[in-house]
T-cell receptor
Framework: GENVEQHPSTLSVQEGDSAVIKCTYSDSASNYFPWYKQELGKGPQLIIDIRSNVGEKKDQRIAVTLNKTAKHFSLHITETQPEDSAVYFC????????????FGKGTMLLVSP | EPEVTQTPSHQVTQMGQEVILRCVPI?????FYWYRQILGQKVEFLVS????????KSEIFDDQFSVERPDGSNFTLKIRSTKLEDSAMYFC???????????FGSGTRLTVV
């Protein structure tokens, strides 16, 4: 099955700095890579996703890059704000029918004012 | 924006008791899932459900667990005889297609004492 590794486990940045979270996956058949933000007491919220036929996707301050050869993908947040503080999870899903998300262990991002 | 609704938000139960966690997926979604998250750990897949039957399940989803879609709107997870190690946050999710776009509910915190 799929195995997703995520680093770092915690990341502290100053407001306005950039933050980068990295994930690797094991199943070369995986073709969909979402990122979720989880705030305290809430469920994971999809913030951006990328499919394997695309190398990069951007949505305002958030971008995701994918390197299929190396089997890794990264989340980039620019101009961080205190409200970006949360736990971020990467995930992967293989290219098959009723497939399921395999999550990374999560990164706690702390943005200090 | 459409939501996945879960009830109750918090459930405390005695070890050995049965619990039923309830979910109302987004109305036009066809794929339904249960995930759980033990405190401080990653989100783990339990089971997926499509076309009124289980399509995939993990090793965690043993004979103590069952799922049901009793009517056109609800999706339930039953734990027949709870154990201490079942204490976790349980998330329901749904998607329109099985390969992307999962929406998670806010979760039910289950505490087994």
């Amino acid at each position: 099955g799929e195995n997703v590794e995520q680093h770092p486990s915690t990341l502290s940045v100053q407001e306005g700095d950039s933050a980068v979270i990295k994930c690797t996956y094991s199943d070369s058949a995986s073709n969909y890579f979402p990122w979720y933000k989880q705030e305290l007491g809430k469920g994971p919220q999809l913030i951006i996703d990328i499919r394997s036929n695309v190398g990069e996707k951007k949505d305002q301050r958030i971008a995701v890059t994918l390197n299929k050869t190396a089997k890794h993908f990264s989340l980039h947040i620019t101009e961080t704000q205190p409200e970006d503080s949360a736990v971020y999870f990467c995930a992967a899903i293989p290219n098959s029918g009723y497939s399921t998300l395999t999550f990374g262990k999560g990164t706690m991002l702390l943005v200090s004012p | 924006e459409p939501e996945v609704t879960q009830t109750p938000s918090h459930q405390v139960t005695q070890m050995g008791q049965e619990v039923i966690l309830r979910c109302v997926p987004i109305s036009n979604h066809l794929y339904f899932y249960w995930y759980r998250q033990i405190l401080g750990q990653k989100v783990e897949f339990l089971v997926s459900f499509y076309n009124n039957e289980i399509s995939e399940k993990s090793e965690i989803f043993d004979d103590q667990f069952s799922v049901e879609r009793p009517d056109g709107s609800n999706f339930t997870l039953k734990i027949r005889s709870t154990k201490l190690e079942d204490s976790a946050m349980y998330f329901c999710a749904s998607s329109e297609r099985g390969d992307r776009g999962y929406t998670f509910g806010s979760g039910t915190r289950l505490t087994v004492v």
